[in-house]
């Protein structure tokens, strides 16, 4: 009976162990499939603060290009209006020193007694004065406006040209980082 014994201790043993491989076996597995659960999860959770985290920057940098583009706008509107209020100002002086020569010229004449070849002599002279006023008036602010028009339009297109330059920089940059969701990748779940 000592190998019946043997025979029904080994096949026990076999059992046993046979038994602890498969409970080792599927320990392993739950073990595997809780890992690749968490590994898809912590790779869904970096993916998703990643491309919050782009978007959130690309948005920033966005808003920054049209503050500063909003800003030398204002700016260049600010300088455009003052350029006008110094040419009016600078107009209308002109044609008050022209009025001051006219009366001068009128004190000086209304005194002579060299007659009336002198009076004909100074009413063209002034109308050449008020003539010159008013081409002084009309000359200079139309000038400044167009020039400073054209300068604010230029500056403008400048700081247009340099903004859409980063802007793409930013965007081709979110591209790279945040995937789009047709090339989203799927974790493998092999085992």
Excluded at 172 to 190: H, L, R, Y
């Amino acid at each position: 009976m000592a190998a019946d014994e043997i025979k029904d201790t080994t096949v026990k043993a076999v059992e046993g162990v046979v038994g602890a491989a498969q409970e080792a076996a599927a320990t392993t597995q739950e073990a595997v499939v809780e890992a690749v659960q968490s590994t898809r999860k912590a790779a869904t959770k970096a993916a998703s603060t990643s491309k919050k985290a782009a978007t959130k920057a690309a948005a920033d940098t966005e808003k920054a290009v049209k503050q500063a583009v909003s800003s030398s706008k204002k700016a260049a509107e600010k300088a455009a209006v003052k350029t006008k209020k110094a040419a009016t100002k600078a107009a209308a002086t002109s044609k008050k020193a022209a009025g001051e020569v006219v009366g001068s010229v009128e004190a000086a004449v209304g005194k002579s007694p060299v007659g009336e070849a002198l009076d004909e002599f100074m009413d063209h002279q002034k109308k050449a004065l008020e003539e010159a006023g008013k081409a002084l008036e009309s000359l200079i602010p139309e000038g400044v406006r167009t020039h400073g028009k054209s300068a604010v339009e230029e500056m403008l297109s400048g700081y247009r040209s340099l903004f859409n330059s980063i802007v793409d920089e930013v965007e081709a940059t979110v591209k790279k980082v945040v995937p789009t969701s047709d090339k989203k990748a799927e974790p493998d779940d092999k085992a």
